[in-house]
């Protein structure tokens, strides 16, 4: 179990992270979501242990005491893949991999290596070296190096931001399923909806270094806290109240996802299309209803300056209010 207790931590002598507490059990898997310099990299290192931080850490019964006491930063039990692969440019693809491990049983190292390769699907570049590989391809191999040991946890920085959408969605199903079966703690910082929502069993929504929301990928998805929550798992349409309902407050937002946006036959409210965008399965179709932008999907297209009717269902319109 790892534990954090009002973990505060500042680049400056303001702190950034500001009085972070949870708890992680063993084996689980959560995502940190959030926009781009919100902590999420930093709450990574600090846990890891490359910040001097306020507050406390513990694995089990263990306080993490930080790089005050490590010479070398890090815990052997966890392992922290940054966005920088770090790999060694000049030995091969399978010695990057094996790099850590011991020589002392050799077919079972290369087996090793072999096992992690063939999950990250670099197995055909064991030979090459580490610097003709592609962004992607390095990616792939630092993964493979970071659970070569198995560690207890481990912390991924955007782990599938350098890997193409073919390979990511391929990698990210046999990684993250792996790490379940040998029961390894992940905390993955991303942007990437689809690791929040589909592989997670917990998501924390990051802002200015608070965890500003928090639950299970479905929790945070259906009850979004905010307009800024709902807008990490995709578009999102934050829109005054008053313009769905009569007796609501003037501040009060309502936040819808494009596909909660129906078309009406009659009796909607009226909207001009302003411009679509195909979307493989779908359209997506910006609109303008009473001066605010409204966003909704649609299987077909629809003409730019076409007058239609949107509805919303009741129900949903009464949880979403905020
Ligand atoms: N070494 C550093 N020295 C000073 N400030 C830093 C340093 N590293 C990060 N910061 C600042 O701390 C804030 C948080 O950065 P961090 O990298 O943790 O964000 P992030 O959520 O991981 O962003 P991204 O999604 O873009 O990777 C940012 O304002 C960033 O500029």
Redesign the pocket.
């Known amino acids: 179990m790892l534990r954090v207790r009002n973990l505060s931590f500042g680049?400056t002598s303001k702190p950034?992270l500001k009085n972070l507490s949870f708890t992680l059990e063993k084996g689980e898997n959560v995502s940190l979501i959030?926009?781009?310099?919100?902590?999420?990299?930093?709450?990574l290192q600090s846990i890891y242990g490359l910040h001097h931080v306020d507050g406390k850490i513990f694995w089990n019964d263990e306080q993490l005491l930080g790089p005050n006491f490590n010479i070398v930063p890090g815990e052997d039990f966890m392992k922290y893949l940054s966005?920088d692969f770090d790999l060694m440019p000049s030995i091969s693809v399978a010695e990057n991999v094996g790099k850590y491990l011991s020589n002392m049983f050799p077919r079972k190292k290369q087996q090793r290596v072999n096992e992690l390769l063939d999950l990250v699907e670099m197995r055909d570049f064991s030979k090459i070296k580490a610097k003709v590989l592609s962004g992607g391809q390095q990616q792939r191999v630092a993964l493979a190096r970071a659970l070569a040991n198995p560690p207890e946890i481990l912390l991924l920085?955007?782990p599938f931001s350098h890997i193409d959408h073919f390979r990511k969605n391929k990698l990210r199903r046999n990684l993250f399923s792996y790490l379940k079966e040998k029961n390894i703690t992940v905390i993955v910082?991303t942007?990437d909806s689809t690791d929040a929502l589909s592989y997670a069993d917990r998501t924390f929504a990051?802002k200015a270094?608070r965890i500003i929301a928090s639950g299970t990928p479905q929790e945070l998805y259906q009850d979004p806290k905010n307009g800024y929550v709902a807008s990490l798992f995709g578009e999102v349409n934050e829109l005054p109240a008053e313009l769905f309902l009569s007796d609501v407050a003037a501040r009060k937002k309502v936040i819808l996802y494009p596909h909660e946006v129906k078309l009406a036959d009659n009796n909607g409210m009226k909207a001009v299309v302003k411009k679509t965008f195909f979307r493989g399965n779908h359209f997506l179709i910006a609109t303008e209803m009473s001066g605010h932008e409204v966003l909704l999907t649609h299987l077909e297209d629809l003409k730019e300056g076409e007058q239609i009717q949107i509805q919303i269902d009741e129900e949903l319109l009464g949880k979403r209010i905020r």
């Open positions: 680049y950034f959030g926009a781009s310099g919100c902590g999420k990299s930093t709450l966005q920085d955007e910082a942007h990051m270094g």
